[in-house]
Structure formats: C-alpha cells, structure tokens
C-alpha cells in the first residue's frame, strides 16, 4: 500500500528501516509519519 505513496527505491528502504525502529520507540513512531508525509509530497509527481 505505501508503495503507492513512496516510489522510490531509496525511499521505501528508509520508510522499511523507520518502521522497525519506531516499534521500539516514540521518537522513531513521530520520524516515520514525518518521513511519510515529506516522501509522499515529494514522490508525487514521479
């Protein structure tokens, strides 16, 4: 599903890697919705 969001390869690593890193903590949980917005907005146009 998010790689409907994301489309770059680069970025799809880096959305996988936040995503096992918030399970642990609640800073990483805030970064992913961050990453996930900006990729979004910027993988838009692609």
Known sequence: MIEK???SEC???EYRRLRELSKD???FKLR??????TATIR???K
């Open 25 to 27: 903590k609640p800073f």
């Open 5 to 7: 969001f994301i489309k």
């Open 32 to 37: 992913l919705y961050f990453f996930v917005i």
């Open 43 to 45: 993988d838009l146009f």
């Open 11 to 13: 970025g799809l690593s």
